[in-house]
């Protein structure tokens, strides 16, 4: 069974800093692209980050760039998600997904993690 699985979320102040993991099982991930995605109530998905499958490209949401830095290990099978600075407009569920490019379709989708941004 092919899943991906997040941790690393939850509360954190203004101007801290988390880092999301995304641990892959029953597949290789090395073969994909990672997304990163979020949604908060209300509002529509974003995708946030995405990471090559070799790690040499990345690309950000102007809302992050500059904030976040998505990388991997492929030697672990798990993607990571290094946020800094962090805003309350941040607090969303955040996913991560293994897709064909970064450009190309989505294959598999984690059941993400809560990150939460208040004083």
């Known amino acids: 069974q092919s899943q991906l699985v997040e941790s690393g979320g939850g509360l954190v102040q203004p101007g801290g800093s988390l880092r999301l993991s995304c641990a892959a099982s029953?597949?290789?991930?090395?073969?994909?692209?990672i997304g990163w995605f979020r949604q908060a109530p209300g509002k529509e998905r974003e995708r946030v980050s995405c990471i090559s499958s070799s790690g040499s490209s990345t690309s950000y949401a102007v809302s992050v760039k500059g904030r976040f830095t998505a990388s991997r290990d492929n030697a672990k099978n798990t993607g990571y998600l290094q946020m800094n600075s962090l805003k309350p407009e941040d607090t969303a569920e955040y996913h991560c997904a293994a897709l064909m490019t970064c450009s190309g379709y989505l294959r598999i989708w984690g059941q993400g993690t809560l990150v939460t941004v208040s004083p």
């Open positions: 029953g597949f290789t991930l090395d073969e994909y692209a």
